[in-house]
């Protein structure tokens, strides 16, 4: 299993907040619904802010 850093966790956990708020929106602007969808978002803004994360599977 991959190793996350706490920062990359507080990403994830801030992201799925969202998405059960029903505030999170994709790339595009429309509503994400999907749990993996929102992991992913996560993930990417912790890689944005530099935090320790595994990189993306092709």
């Known amino acids: 299993m991959a190793k ?3 920062k990359a966790s507080e990403k994830v956990e801030k992201t799925m907040h969202e998405m059960k708020e029903g ?3 994709s790339g595009s602007g429309k509503k994400v619904t999907s749990k993996k ?4 978002i996560g ?8 935090a320790k994360v595994p990189k993306k599977k092709d």
């Not at 969808?37 to 992913?40: G, K, L, S, T």
């Not at 993930?43 to 530099?50: P, T």
């Open 4 to 6: 996350y850093s706490e």
């Open 23 to 25: 505030k999170l929106k």
């Open 37 to 40: 969808q929102a992991v992913a």
């Open 43 to 50: 993930l990417s803004e912790a890689r944005k802010a530099g």
